[in-house]
């Protein structure tokens, strides 16, 4: 059995490394480490390590692989959206190994070659580097919805932190129905596949025999964007798990139908994805296909029946003025959300833009908190517009001073501002739920 070390920059379960470890289980041995890397390295001996990156880790990844070369040869494969996306990080002098999409099959066929010392540049979905050649291998065909494993908590059993984490990560599907722009998943091209209803449910007891769980997270891209299968998955949940839930969903989707539905089966927050106020941005820049009619519609029915909501939204937008700013504002001033996220707009790999910015944005200064790409000369009143955002929303008559606030260069002040709102916001304050 070959074992495989996972190193993440994340202090808490990864779900896709739960699930690569629950498919890899039974025929290799796998570990994870966060932060002890070269003393875990040294503890398991393990022949190969793997890395899950997302585009904000680069600058971790680059100077983990570095710190991991220095001390051992042992080769590493990098996994995730970001290689996943962008695989030209292949030609980074400490990376051997980069998995295009899916992880599960790859690995397995790599961990079994490397068991039988075979050669392993052929493995399919694999971009490999054998001495100073790069062997890309065309993608394998993904996992069917019955394929797709049941993820387990059990490979973090040494991390009592995580263990004793009440929340539970849950997916229920893979990829999207929908092409947005600024997604990465606009590059992909296979239909999104739903895990039968019994399989989570099995999950969600099966790790809950190895920690308490007292809520559950659905990370779906979009959880629910099959009708006949949500109300029938909500009425499963309700008599086998029936805890408290928080998932994603598209203004679109709203009816009281639903919201009725997922109220009754235990959800306590979702998330939409309302981007910007402005429409001609959100359609035919980013994609959304989604008015304000229907935003301001659906937040009606949520506010109804009493379902706390959040909503998603983005500034620097791609010719984005000050005035579509405020319009950012003032619509989650009218819809009234429970919660709000702000974000700059920011050309991941994958995305419709990143071509046209990737050498001005991909780099080892990467942050989400900073803008990495200006369109318009507003670019640094609405960087502080996104700062403060948060706060105004919760308390609107903050409104009135902004046009002043946004002139001051107080800008590290904001930035410390926004990244205590992103903790409260983001943290365990929103997702307890309760």
Excluded at 22 to 34: A, D, E, G, M
Excluded at 72 to 100: A, E, F, K, Q, R
Excluded at 106 to 121: E, H, R, V, W
């Amino acid at each position: 059995m070959s074992k495989i070390l996972f190193l993440q920059n994340f202090n808490r379960e990864l779900y896709g490394i739960m699930s690569l470890y629950s498919y890899l289980k039974n025929k290799h041995t796998c570990f994870v480490s966060i932060n002890s890397y070269l003393k875990d390295i040294k503890k398991f001996s393990p022949d190969i390590i793997g890395l899950y990156v997302t585009t904000k880790d680069q600058k971790w990844l680059f100077d983990i692989t570095k710190k991991i070369k220095n001390y051992t040869n042992l080769p590493i494969i990098v996994g995730g959206p970001h290689p996943t996306h962008y695989p030209d990080l292949i030609n980074s002098p400490n990376i051997d190994m980069v998995c295009v999409g899916e992880g599960e099959k790859p690995l397995l066929n790599l961990l079994d070659k490397i068991d039988k010392k075979q050669c392993k540049s052929d493995i399919l979905s694999l971009w490999v580097k054998e001495k100073n050649t790069i062997f890309k291998n065309k993608p394998d065909t993904l996992l069917n919805d019955y394929e797709i494993p049941k993820a387990d908590i059990r490979i973090y059993e040494r991390y009592k932190h995580i263990i004793k984490r009440k929340a539970l990560s849950v997916s229920t599907s893979r990829g999207c129905t929908y092409k947005c722009s600024f997604c990465a998943n606009y590059s992909t091209s296979f239909n999104p596949r739903i895990r039968p209803a019994e399989s989570i449910i099995s999950e969600i007891l099966y790790n809950s025999k190895y920690k308490k769980v007292n809520f559950i997270e659905f990370h779906d891209e979009i959880f629910g964007f099959n009708k006949n299968y949500i109300f029938n998955f909500l009425k499963l949940y309700k008599e086998k798990i029936n805890i408290p839930f928080y998932c994603l969903l598209r203004f679109e989707f709203i009816n009281e139908e639903l919201v009725v539905a997922l109220k009754e089966s235990g959800c306590v927050l979702v998330g939409l994805g309302l981007e910007t106020g402005n429409e001609k941005i959100r359609n035919k820049i980013l994609g959304k296909k989604l008015t304000n009619s229907q935003i301001i519609k659906a937040a009606g029915i949520l506010n109804k029946l009493e379902m706390k909501f959040h909503t998603f939204n983005m500034f620097c937008l791609p010719n984005e003025t000050l005035k579509e700013a405020y319009e950012t504002l003032n619509l989650n001033l009218q819809i009234k959300p429970t919660y709000t996220f702000s974000s700059v707009f920011q050309p991941y790999p994958g995305t419709k833009f990143f071509k046209e910015a990737k050498n001005k944005v991909i780099n080892t200064n990467f942050n989400r908190f900073t803008v990495n790409f200006s369109y318009t000369s507003d670019f640094l009143k609405i960087y502080r517009i996104q700062k403060l955002f948060v706060f105004v929303v919760k308390f609107p008559r903050l409104k009135y001073f902004l046009p002043f606030l946004i002139n001051l260069p107080f800008d590290k002040l904001y930035d410390s501002l926004c990244r205590l709102s992103w903790y409260f916001t983001h943290g365990r304050k929103t997702f307890k739920g309760v």
